[in-house]
């Protein structure tokens, strides 16, 4: 069965959504449903000094931190969000109540007439509050400065990345006898259940969290879920009553979490024989106006620091700054895009200030079996770099085209990146933090039901997990059962993040399906349990950042070619080609949807996705002003899939969501460098900044 | 009670508009954007609502002696698959907006919206299109760059509709239109160019550049169109820098979320200079 | 509030309505037709798509006053159709759906396309789908699945 478990199966999710029947959080409907919308700040910072109301006719209410029963903090990982602010905001669009009532009219109006008195302080945009610093060392760290023949350095910037997904965010709430039951566009369940125990105070049997069908996330529907799901619990247990809270689009885009903007510091102490003798690294990301995520985002970053080289002496270290902007948060990737965009230019840096041949010496870098990685863990499992390297460069014609564009000069250019993606939580996350369980319920039918919170946001998840456990227990697919999750019926599998569903999560469905088997008895009901126990080997200091940060990590090579218009400077992308390697694909035909989807908002990051903010206000805020590619914007893309399986992963699977994005951004930055024949440092690589490098270098 | 309007003659519309301000809507794609408001409640119109769309006699294209004529609810669509469209506005209205907003949107429209990235007034100042408005108490002809009087400001009387365009026939013997947007499709423009000339061997008789997205209006500078008209084709090639320098002086772009004022400047110069090369 | 009469889902309906009430609305709120999604509600991201007199419209941007006379098809009706199972069957087999939110609008701006262009080439498809934002697949398994429904469809277009 393993020899097959790769050949694709048509998604089962797929016929409802094509037609139209899957019901997303905005299509739900309840009888008596009342609406809320959310009144925010106009201002970057401040003191809130009066709330002034309307008169409120009768079944209107405002809801705001008055009423949180419990603590008035949303429970992420660092616990600085308030759901509602008692006297103070942070940021423009930071929800101050929630105004609620059965006519959306009358509530619009209600919430225009709210007047509310600030006294206005200075916001700070700069970075240079640090609430969060980070570093650790390996070798011999930055020591070989001191006898470098040469130092080397650049400062690489990225911008926000805004995640995009196309159904905005939402939820639609009851209340249930006594109990508090939402349903919603979310990627983790029992974030959110656990968010709401602590808002509320309440006792875990008090909250229920479903998830409806998800439009997308790619993070965005993370953390950020739990900001909305405490509002609108609060409010539900105020006023005991369906209540509705969608966002708009505009609203959305204003106001929920993006990817960090990051500036990176990177130096190279060289030797006389042109070597890399040591590298210095600092990491510096815009965490917005709260903490959030933020530390886990810094040291993805970090820990992607030498991209997927070997590098001996490295002295890493990083600062999560405050502003008083929009809170940053997760976003595919998760600190590791902006690291592996400026690693990557860095090396072909090097290699072009030295005058070295950059892919030759790009190559003499790459990571192999057995070496130490970045925090001195080890890379234990076959790498298959060159291998990969080798079929796309073959694939695109790399070699013939590197040689040939430069000299000709015609605005064309073809770049090449390499990365590496850890799997799963970082550190000791998997095993301290989250300690995932599964379930599989047999019932007296012997229909076997998948008990897991991971919620299918489009990658297909549904259908591999479906697939996992039929092709283990040779059962028929059909007899598999795997509804949205729903906090009352699945235990905690942890969050849809960090591409540790299948590796992680379908590992212990595995093991759950292969027990289940072994124990078979038709007919009758049958229960089995696995819960997350990290490999004995797997050493992680948190303190020091020192051991395996991840237990496995996942491979990749894009070449993406491109050609520049002289006249308008617009880049036109022509092809893109990757080869990868996630261990084994559960499915392949979902692999490559991946595959696609990931690289073409990778490949967006790096030269067409602009967000700014001016004075804290996001200035790009709907899909007419920020720009995702459309159908003619992609490029063609040639994939290819490498098997490399890995043992703890379910038939040798290795994440793959996150991995498929972070090569994008260099490959394009690389590809427009080397067609306008400049430095590029700081992505997105528009068209304004190609003119500007291209004019005055 | 906001009394909106569905008239099915052009005489009942120019009776309700000659009594009381209403506004004007064809397609929509633009006010429905505008006008926005909360999922599931009307649109935020301050004026009520007279919907063109109903009104047939406005609905047609058709080639005319000397021009085109473009009734005021023609889509864009229709005047794409229309055999008789010249060249020009058929290579705009494919790339503008997405097949569904072409399929609503008008060009009646696109003028009244008067944003001066508006992607068929290039086309319409490149070709001195006439803008025919009626009203109770007549019909008056304007000319397109008369017509639009600034960002979003049209001269327009309360009782007044646009009810035809007419796109004069123009014999060019070279054309070029580039939108520069930030993205292929579904893009509003950071820069449009758009330049045509009449030559024979050696001479221009005729020649054209209209610019948009770079000024509070459609750019047209007919100075210097006056200037370069009866030149022989290698002077101006000749002079190709001082003619850039002359536009350089008139573009007024700005900074938005969308691009910056030297990037606009300096595109849409390279644009015109590789116009004039091409001659 | 005006009298409107039009042709939904090939049954013919008088309503009494604001005419700037979307189209959209009206389909979601008043019907429970929520095939037809709001991605952006200004006209930028397709999912709204419905066909009107056959051809592909942003629901978002029509109010119902512009519906007066007009024939209006939703996913939910077209769905019932052999042209419908041809393009289901393609989106399938070249897994072109992930989250499926954009999908229906997907679908819609296909058999527009496909009405005035049964045999489209890849830039007509891209162009035909250029209003219809997806931020899952990076589109090529969409244009494959409409190339294929273009193939097994031949002659029902």
Not at chain 1, 539 to 564: C, F, H, I, L, R
Not at chain 1, 611 to 632: F, V
Not at chain 2, 80 to 89: A, H, I, M, N, V
Not at chain 2, 106 to 124: E, F, K, M, Q, Y
Request: glycine fraction near 8%; aromatic fraction near 8%.
């Amino acid at each position: 069965m393993s020899e097959t478990i790769s050949q694709s199966l048509m998604r089962l999710d797929a016929p409802d959504k094509i037609a139209g029947r899957a019901k997303y959080v905005a299509d739900l409907k309840m009888k008596d449903c009342l609406f809320a919308l959310t009144v925010r700040s106009p201002i970057a910072k401040g003191k809130i000094l009066q709330v002034s109301l309307p008169a409120m006719p009768e079944g209107y209410q405002v809801v705001d931190h008055r009423d949180i029963p419990g603590e008035n903090i949303v429970k992420i990982i660092y616990d600085d969000q308030v759901i509602f602010p008692v006297d103070e905001v942070k940021y423009i669009g930071q929800p101050i109540l929630l105004v609620v009532g059965p006519d959306k009219r009358i509530v619009e109006r209600l919430a225009k007439a709210i007047k509310i008195e600030f006294r206005e302080e200075q916001p700070v945009f700069a970075w240079e509050n640090s609430v969060i610093r980070y570093q650790f060392t390996k070798g011999e760290g930055d020591a070989p400065f001191a006898s470098a023949a040469n130092t080397i350095s650049y400062t690489y910037t990225t911008g926000y990345q805004e995640q995009a997904y196309m159904e905005p965010q939402g939820f639609i709430g009851h209340y249930d006898r006594g109990k508090i039951v939402l349903v919603g566009s979310i990627q983790c369940p029992y974030y959110v259940k656990n968010a709401l125990i602590r808002a509320l105070a309440c006792d875990p049997d008090k909250v229920r969290v479903i998830q409806a069908a998800v439009g997308g996330a790619f993070g965005g529907k993370e953390e950020y879920p739990s900001l909305i799901a405490c509002e609108l619990a609060v409010a539900i247990n105020k006023i005991k009553k369906p209540i509705k809270l969608i966002f708009e689009r505009e609203e959305d885009m204003l106001v929920t979490t993006k990817r960090h903007p990051a500036q990176i510091k990177l130096a190279a102490a060289i030797g006389a024989d042109g070597a890399i003798r040591a590298l210095r690294a600092h990491v510096g990301i815009d965490a917005g106006a709260d903490i959030g995520l933020s530390g886990v985002v810094l040291s993805r970053a970090m820990i992607a620091a030498t991209g997927a080289y070997t590098i001996d002496n490295l002295a890493v270290s990083g600062d999560v700054y405050l502003t008083n902007t929009v809170p940053t948060g997760a976003f595919r990737g998760f600190g590791a895009p902006q690291m592996l965009f400026a690693i990557e230019m860095f090396i072909e840096h090097i290699a072009k200030d030295l005058g070295r041949d950059p892919l030759a010496y790009r190559l003499d870098y790459l990571a192999k079996q057995h070496d130490k990685t970045s925090t001195s863990g080890v890379f234990r499992d076959p790498i298959l770099m060159p291998e990969m390297v080798e079929k796309a460069m073959a694939m695109s014609g790399y070699a013939a085209k590197s040689e040939r564009y430069p000299r000709e000069a015609g605005y064309r250019g073809i770049g090449m990146s390499f990365f590496l993606h850890g799997c799963g939580f970082t550190g000791s996350g998997e095993a301290k933090t989250i300690k995932a369980k599964v379930k599989l319920e047999k019932d007296s039918e012997d229909l076997v039901h998948i008990l897991i919170a991971a919620v299918d946001m489009g990658q297909g998840v549904h259908t591999a997990m479906r697939k996992l456990v039929a092709s283990i227990m040779e059962i028929p697919i059909e007899t598999v059962i795997y509804d949205y999750p729903d906090t009352d019926q699945v235990p905690d599998s942890g969050p849809t993040v960090a591409s540790r569903t299948m590796m992680i999560v379908g590992g212990l469905v595995a093991r759950a399906a292969r027990a289940l088997k072994e124990s078979f008895i038709p007919g009758q009901h049958q229960v089995a349990e696995e819960q997350y126990v990290q490999p004995d080997y797997i050493k992680w200091d948190e303190d020091t950042m020192q051991g395996d940060a991840y237990p496995a990590y996942s491979w990749g090579v894009t070449v993406v070619e491109v050609a520049v218009d002289p006249h308008t400077y617009q880049v036109n992308l022509e092809h893109a080609w990757s080869v990868y390697d996630c261990g084994k694909a559960i499915d392949e035909l979902m692999v490559l949807g991946q595959a696609d989807g990931g690289l073409a908002q990778g490949i967006a990051y790096g030269c067409l996705e602009v967000m700014e903010h001016d004075q804290g206000k996001i200035r790009q805020k709907n899909l007419t002003d920020y720009i995702i590619p459309t159908a003619s914007d992609v490029p063609a893309m040639t994939t290819m899939l490498i098997d490399n399986p890995y043992p703890l992963g379910p038939y040798g699977a290795k994440g793959v969501g996150e991995l498929t994005l972070v090569g994008g951004a260099p490959a394009v930055a690389k590809a427009i460098e080397m067609a306008i024949n400049k430095r590029i440092t700081k992505i997105p690589a528009t068209p304004e900044a190609i003119m500007e490098l291209i004019k005055h270098g | 009670m906001v009394n909106h309007l569905l008239p099915e003659t052009l005489e009942e519309a120019l009776e309700a508009l000659a009594r009381k301000q209403h506004l004007l809507f064809a397609g929509g794609t633009d006010l429905m954007v505008q006008k926005r408001a909360w999922a599931g409640l009307p649109r935020n119109f301050e004026h009520p609502v007279l919907f063109t769309s109903r009104i047939a006699k406005l609905n047609f294209i058709e080639k005319r002696s000397d021009h085109l004529a473009v009734g005021a609810t023609c889509s864009l669509e229709m005047m794409l698959e229309y055999p008789d469209t010249p060249d020009l506005f058929k290579t705009i209205i494919g790339e503008m907006a997405s097949p569904g907003i072409r399929n609503h949107a008008t060009l009646a429209g696109n003028i009244a919206n008067a944003s001066p990235a508006g992607d068929t007034l290039v086309g319409l100042y490149l070709y001195d299109a006439t803008i025919v408005l009626k009203s109770l108490r007549g019909e008056r002809l304007v000319p397109i760059a008369d017509f639009i009087t600034g960002v979003r400001k049209i001269d327009l009387a309360q009782d007044e509709m646009i009810t035809e365009i007419r796109i004069p026939h123009q014999d060019f013997t070279h054309i070029d239109y580039v939108k520069v947007g930030p993205r292929k499709a579904d893009a509003i423009s950071k820069i449009a160019f758009a330049g045509a000339a009449k030559t024979n061997d050696l001479t221009v008789s005729d020649i054209r550049a209209a610019f948009g997205a770079v000024f509070k209006t459609v750019l047209r500078s007919p100075a210097t169109e006056a200037m370069l008209k009866g030149m022989r084709i290698a002077d101006i090639k000749a002079d190709l820098a001082s003619i850039c320098e002359a536009y350089a002086r008139l573009l007024q772009p700005i900074d938005d979320q969308r691009s910056n004022k030297e990037y606009r400047k300096a595109v849409a110069i390279n644009l015109l200079a590789r116009f004039i090369k091409s001659l | 509030m005006a009298k409107i009469e039009f042709t939904l889902n090939g049954e013919v309906r008088q309503v009494d309505i604001d005419p700037t009430i979307r189209l959209l609305d009206y389909l979601r709120e008043d019907l429970d037709l929520t095939g037809t999604k709001e991605g952006c509600g200004e006209g930028e991201c397709g999912a709204c798509s419905v066909l009107f007199d056959a051809e592909v419209a942003n629901s978002c941007l029509v109010p119902m006053g512009n519906v007066a006379g007009h024939d209006i098809v939703t996913i939910e009706y077209f769905s019932r159709t052999e042209r419908y199972r041809i393009l289901e069957k393609a989106f399938l087999e070249q897994g072109a759906v992930q989250c499926g939110f954009c999908t229906p609008g997907m679908i819609i701006a296909a058999e527009s396309l496909l009405r005035k262009k049964p045999k489209p080439s890849d830039a007509e498809i891209k162009i035909g789908l250029s209003g219809n934002l997806c931020r899952c697949t990076g589109y090529n398994m969409i244009i494959a699945a409409i190339r294929q429904a273009a193939k097994e469809g031949e002659g029902l277009w």
